[in-house]
C-alpha cells in the first residue's frame, strides 16, 4: 500500500504563511500527487496538482496566485507553500496519489485511490 503523510499544518494570523509536506512512500516520477482541503461543514475541495511525469501543476481558483506546489524527487516529498492565508483556508488539509501513467497532466478530481491521514491548517486572528 502507498503511503502519505502530511505535515506542517498548525495555526497562523490572517496574512502569514506556512509549508506543507507530503511525504510519499514511493518513487514521485510514478505517482501524480494533489492537495485537498476540507473545512467542517464543506465538502472536500481540490487545490492544487502535480503530474509525476511532466511535473506539470494546476491551481483551484481559490488558491491561484496565493498557494504553491513544487516536489523534491530525490526526497520524495510534494510541498504546498501557502501565504496570504485567510481565516477560509481553515481546514484540514490532505494529499493524495494516483499511478502517474492514469493521466499525462494532473487534475483535482476526487478519485486518488491513496490518502493521507491530513494534517489541520488553522487560520485565525
Known amino acids: 500500500q502507498l503511503q502519505l503523510v502530511e505535515s506542517g499544518g498548525g495555526l497562523v494570523q490572517p496574512g502569514g504563511s506556512l509549508k506543507l509536506s507530503c511525504a510519499v512512500s514511493?518513487?514521485?516520477?510514478?505517482?501524480?500527487v494533489g492537495w485537498f482541503r476540507q473545512a467542517p461543514g464543506k465538502e472536500r475541495e481540490g487545490l492544487s496538482c502535480i503530474s509525476g511525469r511532466l511535473g506539470s501543476t494546476a491551481y483551484a481558483d481559490s488558491v491561484k496566485g496565493r498557494f504553491t506546489i513544487s516536489k523534491d524527487d530525490a526526497a520524495n516529498t510534494v510541498y504546498l507553500q501557502m501565504i496570504t492565508l485567510k481565516p477560509d483556508d481553515t481546514a484540514v488539509y490532505y494529499c493524495?496519489?494516483?499511478?502517474?501513467?492514469?493521466?499525462?497532466?494532473?487534475?483535482?478530481?476526487?478519485?486518488?485511490?491513496?490518502w493521507g491521514q491530513g494534517t489541520q491548517v488553522t487560520v485565525s486572528s
Open positions: 514511493g518513487f514521485l516520477v510514478n505517482y501524480n
Open positions: 493524495a496519489a494516483k499511478p502517474s501513467w492514469t493521466d499525462t497532466y494532473c487534475s483535482m478530481s476526487d478519485d486518488y485511490p491513496s
